[in-house]
């Protein structure tokens, strides 16, 4: 069994990466090394240690306008 503590929700992850849980969802299709969450049912956990690293890999784009 996994030990969920620490583990956040999907919106949880988004507002930590600071994007919107749409965008949470299709970095997971895109980039092949985006943390995959782990799933209670229905509902997708995510490793935040493991969202802020992938974040400190993948910088935010900044807009150009």
């Known amino acids: 069994m996994t030990n969920l503590d620490g ?3 999907a919106p949880q992850a988004a507002e930590l990466l600071g994007i919107s ?3 949470l969802y299709r970095n997971s299709y895109v980039y092949d090394d985006f943390p995959r ?3 209670v049912g229905r509902t997708v956990l ?3 240690t493991a969202l802020h690293a992938w974040r400190h890999e993948h910088p935010p784009r900044r807009s150009t306008k």
Do not use: E, H, W
């Open 7 to 9: 583990l956040v929700s």
């Open 21 to 23: 849980v749409k965008t």
């Open 37 to 39: 969450p782990v799933k």
């Open 46 to 48: 995510y490793d935040p």
